[in-house]
C-alpha cells in the first residue's frame, strides 16, 4: 500500500477537515475523554502488519454506534504474542487512540507491529534480556504496542502521539518504532 504521511497545511481546511468535524459532535460520548476533542467519522477501521508473522489485516471494528466483535477479534489475533501464541484482548481505548493517531498524520498506511499483546512470560523472558521491558507492562493487559507507520517520518509520530497527551509514549530511534499505551500520562 503506498501512502505518505502528510502534514497538514496550517489555515486551509481541506474537504476531509470539514467531514471530520461533521462527524465528529458525538465523539465526546464515544472516546475517552482526552481523545474526546478529535472529530472522528462514525466508522472507524484499522489496518495492521505484524512485523514477525508477515499477517496483515484491516479491520472496521466500530461502526454507527457500537464496537463490532468479530472485527475486535481479528485484532487481538494479530496483535497476540508471537512468542507464546496466547490471544488477549486489546483495549478499545488503545485502538481508538491508535485510529486518531493514523488520522493525526494523515495516513491510511497499515500500523507495522512490533509489540502487541505480550503474556506474562514473554514479558519476564524479555525483562532478562534487556532493563527497558517494564515489569508490569501495558502489553501483558492489552493496553500497549510498539509500532512504526510507513511513510511516516518517525519523529512526526512520535510528535502527534505526544500530542494527543492519551497514555504512555515512548520514543526508540535505534529501533526503529514508537510504544505507545493508554496508561498514565508519561514519556520516555
Known sequence: MKDSCRQRQSGRMSRRDVLRIGTGVVAGLILPPVLAAVPVPAERSLSFYNTHTGESTTAVYWAGDSYIA??????NVILRDHRSGDIHSMDKDLLNLLFVLRMQV????AYQVISGYRS???NAGLRKKSSGV?????HMQGKAIDI???GCDL???HRAALDLKAGGVG???ASD???VDVGPLRRW
Open 70 to 75: 468479530s472485527a475486535l477479534q481479528e485484532i
Open 106 to 109: 494523515d495516513s491510511s498506511c
Open 120 to 122: 506474562p512470560s514473554t
Open 134 to 138: 517494564a515489569k508490569h507492562s501495558f
Open 148 to 150: 512504526r507507520l510507513p
Open 155 to 157: 519523529q512526526h509520530l
Open 171 to 173: 520514543y526508540y530511534a
Open 177 to 179: 518504532f514508537i510504544h
